[in-house]
């Protein structure tokens, strides 16, 4: 099983990014798929989820209104679009798939600064 993050980068305060999760070697469509990140210091925290099989989303307070989490089960891929940026999600955000079994990522790193 593997799972690649991609889409990380340098942005300003108020600008955009999307985060790409794609998985290979597990039946993605029945794993509930959560991104989490994780700052210097800091514990690494639960960001978004999509659950399967009802696609129902959920956030953590903090990222309500600017952060949407999708799926793509054609494509075996979840993504994270991050609008809205503030320096404070500046992170490590790691791509998450729990069913029968819980998979990680390598992690791809954010950085908002001006």
Do not use: H
């Amino acid at each position: 099983v593997q799972l690649v993050e991609s889409g990380g980068g340098l942005v300003q305060p108020g600008g955009s990014l999307r985060l790409s999760c794609a998985a290979s070697g597990l039946a993605f469509s029945r794993y509930t798929m959560s991104w989490y990140r994780q700052a210097p210091g800091k514990e690494r925290e639960l960001v978004a989820t999509v659950f399967s099989p009802s696609g129902r989303t959920d956030y953590v307070d903090s990222v309500k209104g600017r952060f949407i989490i999708y799926r793509d089960n054609g494509k075996n891929t979840v993504y994270l679009q991050m609008n809205s940026l503030k320096v404070e999600d500046t992170a490590v955000y790691y791509c998450n798939a729990r069913w029968a079994a819980d998979y990680w990522g390598q992690g791809t790193q954010v950085t908002v600064s001006s």
